[in-house]
């Protein structure tokens, strides 16, 4: 059985694992920049990636922190050939962790309509829609109190 662990990357390697998992799962395939990855609130969030027993990055999550009540799940990625095998629950559970140490009172995310299923197995609920991203892929924004 193959092992995983979660870190917050601070290394320019392991930095440089953590967007381009993200890029490769979130960007890539709808011809996005890779410049697109990355945006203005990345110094004040929390960033997760798994790694393998190799150290190859897995899967990558991120809890955008608002204020001391609220914080935000993003960047939510697995690599596709791992999807379906426990990853994103234990990166949920991580942010979930963090966002508990930080005492913040519920967490919001913005779901592809594809991804709404493994949020609500979570104890997440639709509040309401959300956007279109790329054009292509519908969003929902979910919440969990915490």
Not at 32 to 45: A, L
Not at 59 to 84: C, F, H, K, P, W
Request: charged share 30%; proline share 2%; net charge neutral.
């Amino acid at each position: 059985m193959k092992s995983y662990r979660i870190i917050e990357p601070s290394s320019e390697e392991e930095l440089e694992k953590y967007y381009q998992l993200r890029y490769e799962i979130l960007r890539k395939p709808w011809n996005q920049p890779v410049t697109s990855t990355r945006d203005e609130w990345e110094k004040i969030s929390i960033h997760m990636l798994m790694l393998d027993e190799n150290g190859e990055g897995v899967a990558t999550g991120r809890l955008q922190l608002y204020n001391n009540r609220e914080g935000q799940i993003r960047s939510m990625a697995v690599r596709t050939d791992l999807q379906g095998k426990g990853l994103g629950t234990e990166i949920i559970r991580y942010i979930e962790q963090k966002a508990n140490e930080k005492k913040l009172d519920y967490l919001i995310l913005d779901a592809r309509e594809n991804a709404i299923h493994f949020y609500e197995k979570h104890g997440y609920f639709v509040i309401s829609d959300s956007y279109m991203l790329f054009g292509v892929i519908r969003h929902f924004r979910m919440k969990k109190n915490l």
